[in-house]
């Protein structure tokens, strides 16, 4: 694997939390922060995807920025009624 050595800095009270998670764990730090990153950047990935479905959404259904207050509010409204 290519690897690069990175220097972050990070609270004492962080890296005393990630080093007991990963001694809990039986890992390093690094494996620790790896699979940290890795999980949020999936999360960043299916993020975008859904802001991009809510986007496109919005752009079939002539949904415009000013809408989405009064939206929200009819949508809330009318499920208050409804129970």
């Known amino acids: ?6 220097n972050i800095c990070i609270s ?3 890296l005393k939390d990630a080093d007991a998670i990963a001694k809990k764990e039986s890992r390093n730090r690094s494996e ?3 699979e940290a990153l890795r999980n949020y950047l ?3 990935k299916e993020l975008n995807s859904i802001f991009d479905y809510g986007k496109s959404q919005a752009k079939k259904l002539r949904i415009k920025k000013s ?4 939206l929200i509010k ?8 409804s129970t």
């Open 1 to 6: 694997m290519d690897t690069t050595i990175i």
């Open 12 to 14: 004492k009270k962080l």
């Open 32 to 34: 620790l922060f790896r």
């Open 42 to 44: 999936i999360k960043q």
């Open 67 to 70: 809408d989405i207050n009064r």
């Open 74 to 81: 009819e949508t809330r409204d009318e499920a208050k009624n």
